[in-house]
């Protein structure tokens, strides 16, 4: 395979200057041959399958080739590029081939001891049935009977006390930014990571920070800057959600907590509890990322920074009663009749999406 890949390259190259030097109107004639053989083709043969070499090939080629004419020249669409990528980024982190075994399944008599269990002491909670099946010499984890209880659809102990997360995140939204890390692969398969933070109120998005390398240290820095971005809007807000990576360190945590602002941590393995942060990553992810091939960490920052600022100023979300979070802060538009007016679109990110606006 990869002679073979070696091969075409050569091969290929050594054409180049042979097209080079021939005389235009040669060139252009054959072009114009080529093209007219390409468009009988496509009309004749089914679905076209290329090698890896073939796209290798073609993607270089690509580069001289202005986007308009991408159409005409190529049958691959940039819905199929974006799938090759996705298909290389699922074979460099595929490791199905070095999965061990799963864990045996529980016994049907442990599963219904411990469903009796809890029936009989409504008070008790998964870790202290756990304490009990020990007790009578069955090692059991606790996680496996909180599952085993939850599947049964009982309630293992008493409500208690202090409000659940969903209450307590809505009663305190206009104090909580939430943060958490979102990763993207590259064309050439080199992970980068970006620092993104949400502000519960009023759902505006903050960019702390892009890094392929992100250090304890690079999110201590990250942090004041974030800090010098929310400017005046720091004095409303009293909490700081995330998640437990060990990259928020506590000297992280020193430079909020410097400010008044404390830190919330979100139980393990427990993504509902930064609900949130979690959904505008799967927007983020939706509507930019899967639509896209990053080249760098240059790449990745504009063009994150130019989506927040279109989802700030110009995408209406539902929690804010389809204004957008600019939108809410101050007096939601009057009503008009569109009829009335004209409507200009201004495309984002190359048209990747939209915004409208009235014409003044």
Same mark, same amino acid.
Request: aromatic residues 6%; contains cysteine.
């Given at each position: 395979?990869?002679?073979?890949?070696?091969?075409?390259?050569?091969?290929?190259?050594?054409?180049?200057?042979?097209?080079?030097?021939?005389?235009?109107?040669?060139?252009?004639?054959?072009? /114009?041959?080529? $093209?007219?053989?390409?468009?009988?083709? *496509? +009309?004749?043969? !089914? =679905?076209?399958?290329?090698?890896? #070499?073939?796209?290798?090939?073609?993607?270089?080629?690509?580069?001289?080739?202005?986007?308009?004419?991408?159409?005409?020249?190529?049958?691959?669409?940039?819905?199929?590029?974006?799938?090759?990528?996705?298909? /290389?980024?699922? $074979?460099?982190?595929?490791?199905?081939? *070095? +999965?061990?075994? !799963? =864990?045996?399944?529980?016994?049907? #008599?442990?599963?219904?001891?411990?469903?009796?269990?809890?029936?009989?002491?409504?008070?008790?909670?998964?870790?202290?049935?756990?304490?009990?099946?020990?007790?009578?010499?069955?090692?059991?984890?606790?996680?496996?009977?909180?599952?085993?209880?939850?599947?049964?659809?009982?309630?293992?102990?008493? =409500?208690?006390?202090?409000?659940?997360?969903?209450?307590?995140?809505?009663?305190?939204?206009?104090?909580?930014?939430?943060?958490?890390?979102?990763?993207?692969?590259?064309?050439?398969?080199?992970?980068?990571?970006?620092?993104?933070?949400?502000?519960?109120?009023?759902?505006?998005?903050?960019?702390?920070?892009?890094?392929?390398?992100?250090?304890?240290?690079?999110?201590?820095?990250?942090?004041?800057?974030?800090?010098?971005?929310?400017?005046?809007?720091?004095?409303?807000?009293?909490?700081?959600?995330?998640?437990?990576?060990?990259?928020?360190?506590?000297?992280?945590?020193?430079?909020?907590?410097?400010?008044?602002?404390?830190?919330?941590?979100?139980?393990?393995?427990?993504?509902?509890?930064?609900?949130?942060?979690?959904?505008?990553?799967?927007?983020?992810?939706?509507?930019?990322?899967?639509?896209?091939?990053?080249?760098?960490?240059?790449?990745?920052?504009?063009?994150?920074?130019?989506?927040?600022?279109?989802?700030?100023?110009?995408?209406?979300?539902?929690?804010?009663?389809?204004?957008?979070?600019?939108?809410?802060?101050?007096?939601?538009?009057?009503?008009?009749?569109?009829?009335?007016?004209?409507?200009?679109?201004?495309?984002?990110?190359?048209?990747?999406?939209?915004?409208?606006?009235?014409?003044?």
């Amino acid at each position: 395979m990869l002679l073979s890949l070696l091969y075409l390259i050569v091969r290929r190259l050594l054409g180049v200057p042979a097209v080079l030097l021939r005389r235009d109107l040669s060139k252009d004639a054959e072009l /114009l041959v080529l $093209r007219h053989e390409n468009a009988v083709l *496509r +009309r004749q043969v !089914g =679905r076209v399958r290329y090698t890896p #070499a073939d796209r290798l090939w073609l993607a270089a080629l690509s580069r001289f080739i202005p986007r308009r004419r991408w159409q005409m020249m190529f049958t691959v669409t940039p819905a199929t590029i974006l799938a090759w990528h996705r298909r /290389l980024i699922t $074979r460099k982190w595929d490791y199905s081939d *070095r +999965r061990r075994p !799963g =864990r045996p399944p529980t016994a049907a #008599a442990v599963k219904k001891l411990v469903i009796r269990i809890a029936t009989e002491n409504p008070a008790r909670g998964h870790r202290r049935i756990q304490g009990e099946l020990t007790r009578l010499g069955h090692a059991i984890a606790s996680s496996t009977v909180w599952e085993i209880i939850r599947a049964a659809g009982i309630d293992p102990a008493s =409500r208690r006390a202090g409000p659940t997360w969903k209450q307590f995140l809505t009663t305190q939204a206009h104090g909580i930014v939430a943060i958490d890390f979102l990763h993207v692969d590259t064309v050439l398969l080199k992970r980068i990571y970006a620092l993104i933070v949400v502000e519960h109120g009023t759902r505006r998005a903050h960019l702390a920070g892009v890094t392929a390398n992100p250090t304890g240290a690079w999110t201590v820095q990250a942090a004041r800057n974030l800090l010098m971005d929310l400017g005046e809007r720091l004095d409303t807000l009293k909490f700081l959600l995330r998640d437990r990576d060990s990259r928020f360190t506590r000297a992280f945590d020193a430079v909020f907590a410097a400010e008044g602002i404390r830190i919330l941590t979100s139980p393990p393995q427990a993504p509902r509890a930064n609900a949130i942060c979690e959904r505008m990553i799967g927007s983020l992810r939706r509507e930019l990322l899967d639509r896209m091939l990053t080249v760098n960490e240059r790449h990745l920052r504009c063009a994150l920074a130019t989506y927040l600022r279109h989802f700030n100023t110009a995408r209406p979300h539902r929690t804010l009663k389809q204004l957008t979070p600019a939108q809410a802060e101050t007096n939601p538009p009057k009503p008009i009749d569109l009829a009335n007016y004209r409507v200009l679109r201004r495309p984002v990110l190359d048209g990747l999406t939209n915004e409208y606006e009235i014409a003044a």
